[in-house]
């Protein structure tokens, strides 16, 4: 532990807390199961104690993000032992464009800055999982890890939990101590599993399905109908709860995947055109209302777009 610390001050500002036990970077080996088929993509290489971990490993590639070039001669001799099966990637992990990386990743293994943690996984969702990749496994702080896995009905649910579990399955594999870790961090960390079925990938860089979200969680005391009519006053929410089976005095918390999907596909009829209100109009004149499949056609639908892309 002692040899990756010294000559080194941690930035507090990059959120560098380094992992030093080797039980649970085991464990993160065992649980990411890498085989010959994969190219691995990690954030935050640190001090390269995953890192190296990871170049060894049966995968065939692996691309390493690390914003800190103060930290390049821990990492150097990884580069040299792998010339032909690893690449470190110099900047910012919010900034990287992931689509570009050749091979494309099929897992991202990491130990992401906590900091930046939400932010990171929408960009690596916008820009992934059309791609190719599928499994990620991150050392997240507790609490994230609590939000994203967040069931229906619950305080902690949010945005980014809401698409994922569209998209696939996200679960808590372990917790992991603080003392796992240098400097000690004063939050335990969560080793967050996420696995994608294929389903509802571009829903993380849809404009009109952030936008909802963001809306609907804005003030999460208010009721969703009164959040949703302060960011869409033109939209007939009324309409809209009434046929997607949701209570007018429903929070944006209690909603499940099903039903956010619904009132996406709900808003998308009305903004077809510049204008919502005036879409609306134009249907009303020709005594016509948007026609809205209820929630589990979508997720049949979505299952076969899903089928039609792996073809």
């Given at each position: 532990m002692g040899r990756e610390q010294k000559g080194f001050k941690n930035k507090k500002s990059l959120g560098q807390n380094f992992l030093v036990d080797r039980n649970i970077l085991r464990h993160i080996l065992e649980q990411a199961d890498l085989s010959v088929d994969d190219?691995?993509?990690?954030?935050?290489?640190?001090?390269?104690?995953?890192?190296?971990?990871?170049?060894?490993?049966?995968?065939?590639?692996?691309?390493?993000?690390?914003?800190?070039?103060?930290?390049?001669?821990?990492?150097?001799?990884?580069?040299?032992?792998?010339?032909n099966t690893f690449s470190l990637l110099w900047g910012d992990a919010?900034?990287?464009?992931?689509?570009?990386?050749?091979?494309?990743?099929?897992k991202v293994v990491a130990n992401i800055p906590y900091n930046i943690t939400t932010p990171l996984l929408?960009?690596?969702?916008?820009?992934?999982?059309?791609?190719?990749?599928?499994?990620?496994?991150?050392?997240?702080?507790?609490?994230?890890?609590e939000?994203?896995?967040?069931?229906?009905?619950?305080?902690?649910?949010?945005?980014?939990?809401?698409?994922?579990?569209?998209?696939?399955?996200?679960?808590?594999?372990?917790?992991?101590?603080?003392?796992?870790?240098?400097?000690?961090?004063?939050?335990?960390?969560?080793?967050?599993?996420?696995r994608l079925s294929g389903m509802h990938a571009t829903l993380p860089k849809d404009s009109l399905w952030r936008n909802l979200l963001r809306s609907s969680f804005a003030?999460?005391?208010?009721?969703?109908?009164?959040?949703?009519?302060g960011f869409y006053p033109s939209v007939s929410?009324?309409?809209?709860?009434?046929?997607?089976?949701?209570?007018?005095?429903?929070r944006a918390e209690e909603l499940t995947g099903e039903q956010w999907l619904a009132l996406w596909f709900f808003l998308?009829?009305?903004?077809?055109?510049?204008?919502?209100?005036?879409?609306?109009e134009e249907a009303k004149k020709e005594g016509k209302r948007p026609t809205l499949p209820c929630p589990s056609k979508l997720c049949r639908a979505g299952k076969q777009e899903s089928s039609s892309r792996g073809s």
């Open positions: 190219t691995v993509l990690e954030i935050g290489a640190g001090q390269g104690v995953l890192t190296r971990e990871l170049a060894a490993s049966p995968c065939s590639f692996v691309f390493s993000v690390e914003i800190d070039e103060g930290l390049s001669e821990y990492l150097r001799d990884i580069t040299l032992l792998y010339p919010l900034a990287v464009d992931y689509s570009s990386l050749s091979p494309v990743p099929t929408w960009r690596l969702l916008e820009q992934l999982p059309e791609a190719g990749t599928g499994y990620f496994l991150l050392m997240v702080q507790k609490e994230a890890a939000r994203i896995t967040a069931p229906p009905g619950t305080k902690e649910r949010y945005p980014l939990g809401i698409t994922l579990e569209l998209m696939g399955k996200a679960r808590s594999v372990r917790t992991v101590h603080p003392q796992s870790f240098r400097p000690v961090p004063a939050v335990e960390s969560s080793l967050l599993e996420i003030q999460r005391r208010k009721k969703l109908s009164n959040n949703l009519r929410w009324s309409e809209a709860f009434e046929r997607t089976e949701i209570h007018e005095n429903a998308k009829t009305f903004e077809k055109k510049a204008s919502p209100r005036s879409e609306r």
